[in-house]
Nanobody, 115 residues
C-alpha cells in the first residue's frame, strides 16, 4: 500500500490556482527531503519542487515564482501551492519522500490546466 497520498488536483483554467496535499499514512523516519514530481503524458517524470529537513527549497525553473512547497512535520504533510497555472503544468503530480536509500511515493493526483 502507498505510504503517501496526494490530493487536491483537478481541472482549472489558465491563471488559476490549486493547492496539492501529500499526507503520510504513517510516520516516515529519517526523511532527508520531500519533493513534488510531475509527469505529463508521453513525457519524462520531472522534479518540480523540493524541501529539505532544514527548510531549504528548490524549484524547477519553469515554476519559480509560481509554485511554493511547504512542509508540516507534526501533521506528516507536505503541500504544493500552485499559482498562475499554465497549460504546460498539466500532469499527474506525485509526492516523494526520501528516507535513507528508500523513496516513498503516492498514487498521484491529476492536475489539468485548460480553457
Amino acid at each position: 500500500q502507498e505510504q503517501l497520498v496526494e490530493s487536491g488536483g483537478g481541472l482549472v483554467e489558465p491563471g488559476g490556482s490549486l493547492r496539492l496535499s501529500c499526507a503520510a499514512s504513517k510516520i516516515i523516519m529519517s526523511v532527508r527531503a520531500v519533493a513534488w514530481y510531475r509527469q505529463a503524458p508521453g513525457k519524462q517524470r520531472e522534479m518540480v519542487a523540493t524541501i529539505s529537513t532544514g527548510g531549504s527549497t528548490s524549484y524547477i525553473d519553469s515554476v519559480k515564482g509560481r509554485f511554493f512547497i511547504s512542509r508540516d512535520d507534526p501533521k506528516n504533510a507536505v503541500y504544493l501551492q500552485m499559482n498562475s497555472l499554465k497549460p504546460e503544468d498539466t500532469a499527474v503530480y506525485y509526492c516523494n519522500a526520501q528516507s535513507g536509500s528508500v523513496g516513498f511515493w503516492g498514487q498521484g493526483t491529476q492536475v489539468t490546466v485548460s480553457s
